[in-house]
């Protein structure tokens, strides 16, 4: 009897270590970790199901046997080995009786996770409800990693207790993509299971070692020994041959076609017919084995193809083989066969491609076919025969199975087409639809893109939009954009063989007046809008239904604007839906709140509150009574003309699925995912598993099937999105919402999967089918398919709430978040550890208490913190797990599902198990490299297990374990997706590295040298045991390192280039950082490097595999990128280009013994650390703020005594100004030091001197060896004390002395010469008077590089990649005081989001995104910028209010307000700012007052915004730094917020506003960017 092994390892007497990991064969290097974990609910455990038994795989190829371990029946058996690339249907694949004789291969590594149902529930026909037949019929099944743990409520038993039961043996800890790659390498072969193996591997096989199933008549084992009967009664009759028929073949023709079916056994004598059968037509089955070996069936045939007149024969799978055999044609066994559920057959009588599931391994030969028999179908992949017919009698046959169970039912049409013959009821005839020759040819296309990135709306349409312009150059289309986002990659127009770039780039607001000027001028043929999230989407619906674009003889490509509006609006889309007779939750529009208080008391409280055609849930939260609604109502309002209030379904699981659609009505799903949370989170806040876990094969396809059905009666051409919601107790679902166009999700999607959704909506957009267009993957094969995937996907969130006061971090219906990650592995265990510590690097992983996000339970309790959902939730569930709470009590509290909580159970027990070891000689004393694996397969850092071992915190203990484990031998291995789980070749670049596997994908580099041979595991002890200091033992840990730093140019081309990405997307570190990486990579491609690149943010165009040689899509940690250079043996790392996250590893990986390319490690560190950088100024005699290190408060508070308030809180190396504060007393000061101190970590934390009134600078640049090659000056239009982030950055400066620049310029070379600076690198000086100040520097590109970048018109990425690879580097020629146009950066900010913030501008950056509009003078630039952040110019009813704190701001705005005044604007103003300018400027401002609470609306400011009586708000506040308190300021302008009045709080940029509507810059001609870089200029060229 086979056991399972203990959730601790066995290693007694071992400092209290006690029992932790499985037990396996000697030197085995496979296992699962899903053996450390015990059942959720013990009491349910049978004591006869434990796997864990060694077992062995021998394959008939003379390989080493394979070893894993067992979780079914302890019995060993032999067969053939197959493999099936399905994700679901593991009950329905076991019971397929055409598995006969086979040991199964399941290639998605997650098998078990829901259990295998009742066996003894049957359906009407006396049959079990959930199985193809009353047996297993495998002969054992292999898998990767087997879920102890099973969760679905339909779930009778667990799949190895059915295994069990059934006498079948299962192995896991398979690397199973190595073995189907096997297979597909040398074909199906023969194997053999050896559960408990007895003196391990045989030295030589016996003869009957292998027993060979195909050397048996299989289908005489499956078929039917006596006749039966279904559907008694029904009418026609049918003749059924059972060769191991599946029993959703009989549900399908009696249940849904009525007929009577007679099941003959597969011998049975037609001609002779000893039983009377009376038939109409006849059925040929599927089958196992092969088809020659049933001659009596194919003498049944012969004699039934000879009757005249005919009657209707229909084959599938066997029975298209017996059927082509029967008529004179050929059967050849194929390669490895085809078994799945994705084979893409195209059906030759019109082209159209279905998706089908298959279950065979032989296959008719087409080519032997006699005359009047033609192919029916053909496989799409392998061009292999998928069916046969003849031309003038009602014959025909299929390879593949349109009945499905398990798989889609997409071809189900085929049996009413047989019956239909049977009943001699005439065909419809199947024609090719014509549009496909009649399409027309575009030659001017534009694509509107998204504009500045908010929460909702972020980098994911960047990626969008390059894929599309990639497609349209493809097909030599010239391609118009409009996109104010100049941080994006899109954007740029550097032309390549690699890269192609839009024609022509418009940086001009997303508005629909805007978008016509440009149609006028560019006269486009067609425009695409669903490439730009809502705010394209909204434009297009708005220039359709005005008529203009039908006007100008413009086409919208792809899904047309009436089905788009249909899916935005909600009783048309319930409308829409009823006709198929499909639902959505109940759900009721309304255009007033009296109208959504009746819709809700109809539906019944709670209910959820969503703004029509708006973007990640924006005005949408659950309203519990009559109050709550109209509060939420009024908000959304202002958004929205319409609003929807739908059934509150929080609780059931919700699931989407992404589908794509051609003109020719070919339809495929490309990806399905399963949100970890449950309901009422909105799902880009929402933890997201793809593919889908908890789904069996029954729900997954009926999502699906209902999928295509609405994507094809909506009409939807391109790529789309459909959310469910499905009962967690049953298969009730309903339909939450489908975006017919490219979503948040579409690029999770495209990067979960390899499948470029984008790509292949613009291509079908442009009329071509999906037939045609290539995988871009396998190269070979078709898009017309559905990906398999063979690893887990995980996508986490990452939130930025804390950067905000007043704000709520509890989630709901309206997204919060600002960025996410990806995580690639083979385990669940695996990607959500590597997902945490994606989205936060300070993180070693999943835990609980250590991961100092959990609050305290004396202020929330642990149960609170559960109940509610919040960004930090995940971890105080792991809490929980940790403190000893079951599964089955956290999900009470959370409703997540408990196979999630399962697994997050596994983390805290295997955790638990490696702290209790004591230290990490203890840990691999015993079985070291077995349960250093089993850590690793799990997800668990070097990191983790340094501080679990209690080793020294930083580089020294996580050194040691990474030695010791590499000594151990284990190692990662590389692993690709293929989008086909190996069953194809793969030509991609596209890696993930992981611990569950043995084999790599790809070749190693010529570079990499082979490791040195490893000490034993006692040896390892020893080395561990020596007392050795932590510098030492790095030094030897460095030795470990593979690669040899290049000696030159060629040999670094050769080894190739490492780029760091930006991780994710957070306030700071945006897409600007991403369009730098971008730009590095493709400059070191022209240059002749091999690229490599590491990132795991799925919005990225970095992660786009076409753009580097190697895409990593991994984490930014040491350990890993260590793991990569290793192996790539690269020449070297760039750090520079990503933003904070690469450079904060500079130094680690330097003293890890990688090559830092550009400014070197030790200069980046003096610079990013504040005190060593704030010392070397001084030592160089310039000027900076009054600054003092912290070593205590009291210190800081002395310091700020002498200086005198405000001072500043500066903590090292952070983005983004994180815990940067301005305190203006001693309270503020203690507090902000706290919170610094947090943040910083070990690091150095300065107090400095903040200036008033000062102007602040950015200088970007790039230098060699500490020369400058070229910079660009750039002005705050704010004054110090704004974030540079959030600041409008105005370039070149037009309002700096002459001798501020001359400073600026002389400062900067001295500390680019004192830094040794190589690459880019930013500087922020403060100016005030003569005086000029450093702020800061940082090494590394900043924010504003693609800025001065597309507004100087050269790449100032590519000449400092030159310059860090080694290259030659000339100065570009560039005279800033030349250039005669002026470009001007705005930041894009969220707070509509943002609940409760204060929408005040301070040292800390609070903006989400940014855009740049170009202009003939700084004013021009500055209106169009501040359009195009989505700023409503006060026209509706002409009204401002302002609120000025202080005099001298009053006073300063004076000539602003006069001029406001005299363009005819009604000034309204609060009552200290009335009577200031009544007094000193003789204006009459009507006089609102100051609210006193947010409830005061009586007479107040705060009234007359929320009744839309206000246009614009002037709020200008008094100091720099945030207010605890509710101010009357804060909240007017929360009202502005919330209420969609336009809102400015910054002095400098009111008086621009007033100084540009006085100019009447508000009236713009549209022009591209190429008509200002061709602006005469005097003095110098572009080169």
Request: aromatic fraction near 8%; charge should be negative; charged fraction near 25%.
């Amino acid at each position: 009897m086979a056991r399972r092994p203990n959730m601790m390892w066995d290693t007694p007497n071992r400092h209290g270590c006690g029992r932790v990991v499985m037990m396996p064969q000697e030197g085995s290097d496979q296992h699962n970790l899903e053996s450390t974990i015990d059942k959720m609910d013990p009491d349910t455990v049978d004591d006869e199901i434990c796997g864990g038994d060694p077992a062995l795989l021998h394959l008939a190829n003379d390989q080493a046997p394979i070893q894993a371990r067992s979780f079914g029946a302890p019995t060993s058996v032999s067969g053939e080995v197959v493999f099936n690339t399905g994700m679901v249907g593991y009950p329905e694949a076991l019971t397929d009786p055409s598995y006969r004789g086979q040991i199964l291969v399941l290639t998605y590594p997650l098998i078990g996770n829901y259990g295998v149902p009742d066996e003894s529930i049957m359906d009407n026909h006396g049959l079990p409800k959930y199985f193809e037949s009353g047996n297993i019929h495998i002969t054992g099944l292999v898998v990767s990693s087997y879920s102890w743990e099973h969760s679905h409520w339909a779930a009778q038993k667990s799949l190895a207790k059915w295994l069990t039961d059934n006498n079948i043996p299962g192995i896991y800890g398979v690397d199973t993509r190595e073995l189907t790659k096997t297979l597909r390498e040398v074909g199906s072969m023969l194997g053999r299971i050896e559960i408990n193996p007895k003196g391990g591997a045989l030295q030589s096989r016996p003869e009957n070692f292998f027993d060979d199933p195909n050397k048996r008549n299989l289908v005489a084992e499956v078929s039917t020994k006596t006749i039966k009967v279904f559907g008694e009664g029904n009418s026609p009759s049918i003749i059924a041959y059972d060769c191991g028929m599946k029993y959703n073949i009989i549900r399908y023709l009696v249940e849904t076609h009525k007929v009577k079916l007679t099941v003959v056994p597969f011998d049975y004598d037609l001609e002779a017919n000893p039983s009377n059968i009376e038939w109409s037509g006849m059925f040929l089955s599927n089958g196992p084995g092969d088809p020659t070996m049933c001659p009596d069936t194919i003498k049944s045939i012969k004699y039934a193809l000879a009757l005249d007149p005919p009657r209707p024969i229909f084959g599938i799978c066997l029975g298209n083989q017996l059927l082509a055999l029967a008529c004179g044609a050929k059967t050849y066994k194929m390669k490895y066969g085809n078994r799945g559920m994705n084979q893409p057959c195209i059906d030759l009588r019109n082209g159209r491609c279905y998706i089908t599931p298959q279950n065979h391994g032989f296959a008719v030969d087409d080519k032997s076919l006699p005359p009047m028999w033609r192919p029916l179908f053909m496989n799409a992949n392998d061009l292999s025969n998928e069916g046969i017919v003849h031309t003038n009698k009602p014959f025909f046959s299929v390879q593949f199975h349109p009945e499905a169970s398990g798989g889609p039912t997409d071809t189900a049409f085929l049996f009413d087409k047989f019956v239909g013959h049977v009943r001699e009821e005439p065909q419809p005839l199947v024609l090719q639809d014509g549009r496909a020759y009649t399409k027309k040819a575009y030659k001017k296309v534009l694509l509107v893109g998204s504009g500045g990135l908010s929460i909702g709306q972020a980098g994911e349409f960047d990626y969008s939009g390059s894929q599309c312009i990639k497609a349209l150059k493809e097909e030599g289309i010239e391609v118009i954009l409009i996109n104010p986002n100049i941080a994006t990659v899109q954007t740029s127009q550097e032309k390549s063989n690699a890269a192609q770039g839009a024609d022509t780039v418009y940086f001009l607001p997303i508005r629909p007046h805007i978008v016509m000027e440009i149609i006028k001028k560019e006269k486009p043929d067609g425009i695409i809008v669903s490439m730009g999230g809502q705010t394209a989407l909204n434009v297009g619906i708005e220039l359709w239904n005005t008529g203009q674009l039908q006007a100008a003889n413009v086409e919208v490509l792809g899904t047309q604007i009436p089905v788009i509006e249909a899916t935005e609006d909600r009783e048309i889309f319930s409308a829409k839906l009823k006709e198929i007779d499909e639902t959505i939750a109940l759900s009721y529009s309304a255009n007033t709140t009296d109208e959504a208080i009746v819709a809700a008391n109809k539906i019944g409280y709670p209910v959820l509150i969503r703004a029509a055609f708006a973007l990640g849930g924006l005005g949408s939260g659950f309203a519990d009574n009559d109050a709550e609604l109209k509060e939420l109502a009024a908000k959304a309002f202002s958004t929205s003309s319409q609003i929807l209030i739908d059934q509150d379904l929080r609780g059931w699981k919700e699931l989407e699925y992404e589908v794509v659609r051609d003109i020719s009505d070919n339809c495929v799903t490309v990806c399905n995912m399963e949100n970890f949370d449950p309901l009422g989170i909105h799902t880009g806040d929402s933890i997201v598993v793809a593919p889908s876990q908890t789904l069996t094969n029954r729900e997954y396809f009926m999502l699906r099937r209902t999928a295509l059905k609405v994507v094809r009666h909506l009409g939807v051409v391109g790529e789309c999105n459909i959310q469910y919601a499905l009962h967690p107790e049953s298969e009730k679902y309903c339909i939450i919402e489908v975006n017919a166009r490219l979503s948040r999700s579409s690029a999770l999607a495209s990067k979960a999967t390899g499948y470029p959704l984008a790509y292949v909506a613009t291509k079908l957009s442009l009329g071509k089918d999906l037939v045609n267009i290539r995988n871009s993957v396998t190269k070979t094969t078709t898009a017309c398919f559905e990906p398999s995937l063979d690893y887990c996907v995980l996508k986490m969130p990452r939130w930025d709430l804390k950067k905000f006061s007043r704000v709520s971090n509890e989630l709901g219906s309206s997204m919060l978040s600002v960025g996410e990650v990806m995580a690639i592995g083979r385990s669940f265990e695996e990607v959500i550890q590597k997902a945490c510590r994606m989205v936060n690097p300070s993180l070693d992983g999943l835990e609980g208490h250590d991961s100092n996000l959990v609050e305290d339970e004396s202020e929330i309790p642990l149960e609170t913190q559960l109940k509610t959902a919040t960004d930090t939730r995940l971890f105080a569930v792991q809490a929980a797990l940790e403190d000893g709470w079951t599964v089955d009590r956290v999900h009470d509290l959370t409703k997540i599902d408990k196979w999630f909580l399962a697994k997050l159970k596994n983390i805290s027990v295997m955790r638990k198990a490696c702290m209790d070891c004591g230290n990490l000689n203890d840990l691999v004393s015993t079985n070291g490299a077995e349960r250093m694996r089993e850590m690793k397969r799990a997800g668990f850092s070097d990191r983790q297990i340094a501080r679990y071992t209690n080793l020294p915190n930083g580089i020294e203990g996580q050194s040691r374990v990474r030695a010791v484990r590499k000594s151990l031998g284990v190692l990662p291995c590389v692993k690709q997706i293929d989008t086909l789980a190996a069953e194809f070749p793969a030509q991609t670049n596209y890696l993930y590295v992981t611990y569950s596997g043995d084999h790599d994908d790809i070749d190693k580099s010529n570079y990499s040298q082979h490791l040195p041979s490893h000490p034993s595991v006692e040896e390892a002890s020893v080395e561990l045991s020596r007392t050795v200091s932590g510098e030492s033992f790095i030094r030897r840990a460095r030795a470990y390192s593979t690669s040899v730093v290049s000696q030159t140019l060629a040999d670094k081309k050769a080894r190739g280039v490492i780029v760091l990405g930006c991780g994710a997307y957070c306030i700071g570190s945006s897409v600007e950082f991403d369009w730098c990486a971008v730009s590095c990579v493709r400059q070191l491609k022209r240059d002749g490097f091999k690229s490599i690149i590491i990132n795991y943010n799925p919005e990225t165009v970095s992660t786009d595999y076409d753009e580097s040689d190697r895409l990593y899509f991994e984490e930014l940690s040491l350990e890993r990128v260590l793991d990569i250079y290793e192996r790539e043996g690269a020449g070297g790392v760039v750090v520079s280009v990503g933003g904070q996250i690469p450079n904060n590893l500079a130094e680690p990986l330097h003293e890890s013994g990688v090559t830092i390319l550009g400014t070197s490690a030790r200069d980046i560190n003096r610079a990013e650390d504040r005190h060593e950088f704030s010392n070397m100024l001084d030592t160089m005699g310039l000027s900076q703020p009054a600054w003092s290190v912290l070593t205590s408060q009291d210190e800081a508070i002395e310091f700020a005594d002498k200086v005198g308030y405000p001072v500043l809180v500066r903590p090292s190396f952070v983005l983004s100004g994180a815990a940067m504060r301005v305190a203006v007393n001693e309270t503020q000061l203690r507090n902000f030091l706290a919170l610094a101190a947090d943040v910083a970590a070990d690091k150095p934390v300065v107090v400095t001197k903040f200036i008033m009134d000062a102007k602040e600078i950015e200088f970007d640049a790039v230098a060699n060896k500490g020369t400058i090659l070229n910079y660009a000056i750039g002005e705050h239009l704010e004054n110090a004390g704004v974030h540079s982030g959030d600041a409008t950055v105005i370039l070149p400066a037009q309002k700096l002395y002459v001798a501020t620049i001359r400073q600026v310029k002389l400062i900067a070379s001295l500390i680019a010469k004192a830094l040794r600076i190589t690459g880019p690198f930013n500087i922020q000086f403060m100016a005030k008077g003569n005086e000029v100040y450093v702020i800061e520097c940082n090494l590394r590109a900043s924010r504003t590089f693609p800025f001065v970048s597309k507004t100087l018109n050269h790449n100032f990425i590519s000449l400092a990649t030159r310059a860090m690879s080694g290259m030659d580097v000339k100065p570009y020629k560039i005279s800033l005081l030349d250039i005669d146009y002026v470009c001007v950066k705005a930041p894009q900010f969220s707070f509509t989001r943002l609940r409760g913030a204060d929408p005040t501008l301070g040292v800390e950056m609070a903006s989400t995104g940014e855009v740049a509009c170009f202009g003939a003078d700084s004013h021009e630039a500055f209106i169009q910028a501040l359009l195009a952040t989505g700023f409503k110019l006060p026209t509706r009813k002409r009204t401002i209010l302002l609120s000025i704190a202080s005099v001298g701001y009053r006073r300063e705005f004076a000539n602003a307000a006069i001029i406001l005044d005299k363009l005819g604007y009604a000034l309204y103003g609060t009552p200290g700012t009335t009577k200031w300018y009544k007094d000193n400027c003789g204006l009459t401002l009507k006089m609102l007052d100051k609210p006193k609470s947010e409830d005061d609306e009586e007479a107040s400011a705060l009234g007359a915004i929320r009744n839309g009586d206000i246009d614009l708000t002037i709020n200008i506040s008094e100091g720099t730094t945030r207010k605890d308190d509710i101010s009357a300021g804060y909240i007017i302008r929360r009202a502005c917020v919330d209420f969609d009045c336009s809102l400015v709080t910054n002095l400098k940029c009111a008086v621009m506003l007033a100084e540009c509507l006085e100019r009447g810059n508000d009236k713009y001609e549209v022009k591209h960017i190429g008509e200002f870089y061709k602006l005469p200029t005097v003095g110098w060229t572009t080169v």
